[in-house]
């Protein structure tokens, strides 16, 4: 007996989206192996659109990740304003037995440092 019920492109079984008619006589769920008839997809039209968005929209949403730093504040002072206040980041840059690389952003200039720890 089905579980689920609704359209004919979904598993009756299971609810998994059921790959499209093929040579076969069945159409057979890629989960549970539940088989189906192919008469019922007869008449059936399939349509796909791809819709894209628009690349302004795009960039104000990289410019915005950009904007924002994020991360903890330490209180190392900026080489540049000399003023207090960088956020930072670590990343393992070198092999693994060797220390990570820290990446400070002044909160005042932006300017970028890093430190190989």
Known sequence: MSCFSGESNFCPECGTVLPLP???????????????????FAGQEIKSTVVFNPI????????????????PVTDRRCSRCNKEGMVYHTRQMRSADEGQT????CIHCRYQEKEDS
Do not use: A, N, W, Y
């Not at 820290?102 to 952003?105: I, K, Q, R």
């Open 102 to 105: 820290v990446f400070f952003t």
């Open 22 to 40: 093929g040579m076969q006589d069945t159409v057979t769920c890629p989960l549970c192996s539940f088989h189906i008839s192919i008469r019922l």
């Open 56 to 71: 302004e929209q795009s960039l104000m949403i990289e410019e915005e990740v950009d904007s924002e730093l994020k991360g």
